[in-house]
């Protein structure tokens, strides 16, 4: 009697138990699941908050793009306004300072290499290689690439 009356208590006290026990798994499922919403939320907010930032860049993008349509747009009314020749003379700035540069440029490298060819004793290959530079090959770079390439892509922005 008495080994049926403590296991009366045992089972009692297990069954008992086991819906406190599935309550609290029950909690845990729940708390990671919420978990797992809130983290999905707030990857949701991220990208959306991304979204608009992207939204705000095209947007400041596209007032600068139009704003500098303006602005060519009144440059060439003023340039019309003021005759032909403000205009002609106007759409030379470009090429005359770039020819400038260019002249300068080249009269400086001049005189560089025949300063070199008068103080030193080398042939004149090692005088050249000497005296041409990267930054030279930058700057010639940085001449053809705006008069070259830069035409292209005026071409293509207007085709397009």
Same mark, same amino acid.
């Given at each position: !009697?008495?080994? %049926?009356?403590?296991?009366?208590?045992?089972?009692?006290? /297990?069954?008992?138990?086991?819906? #406190?026990?599935?309550?609290? /798994?029950?909690?845990?499922?729940?708390?990671?699941?919420?978990?797992?919403m809130?983290?999905?939320? *707030?990857?949701?907010?991220? /990208?959306?908050?991304?979204?608009? !930032?992207?939204?705000?860049?095209?947007?400041?993008? $596209?007032?600068?793009?139009? %704003? !500098?349509? /303006?602005?060519?747009?009144?440059?060439? #009314?003023?340039?019309?306004? %003021?005759?032909?020749?403000? %205009? =002609?003379?106007?759409? &030379?700035?470009?090429?005359?300072?770039?020819?400038?540069?260019?002249? &300068?440029?080249?009269?400086?490298?001049?005189?560089?290499?025949?300063? =070199?060819? $008068?103080t030193?004793d080398?042939?004149?290959?090692?005088?050249?290689?000497?005296?041409?530079?990267?930054?030279?090959? +930058? !700057?010639? *770079?940085?001449?053809?690439?705006?008069?070259?390439?830069?035409?292209?892509?005026?071409?293509?922005?207007? +085709?397009?």
């Amino acid at each position: !009697m008495l080994e %049926a009356s403590l296991l009366g208590s045992l089972l009692g006290g /297990i069954f008992r138990i086991i819906p #406190e026990f599935l309550k609290w /798994i029950d909690k845990k499922n729940e708390r990671e699941h919420e978990l797992k919403m809130l983290q999905a939320e *707030m990857d949701f907010a991220k /990208i959306k908050g991304e979204i608009e !930032m992207h939204k705000v860049d095209t947007q400041a993008l $596209a007032g600068e793009v139009e %704003a !500098m349509g /303006i602005a060519l747009a009144e440059q060439g #009314e003023t340039a019309r306004a %003021a005759g032909w020749f403000v %205009a =002609a003379l106007s759409a &030379l700035v470009r090429p005359i300072v770039t020819y400038w540069f260019v002249i &300068l440029y080249s009269a400086v490298k001049i005189a560089v290499i025949c300063e =070199a060819f $008068a103080t030193s004793d080398s042939n004149w290959k090692e005088v050249l290689i000497n005296t041409w530079s990267s930054d030279d090959m +930058a !700057m010639l *770079m940085l001449v053809l690439t705006f008069w070259f390439v830069g035409r292209v892509w005026e071409r293509n922005q207007r +085709a397009g």
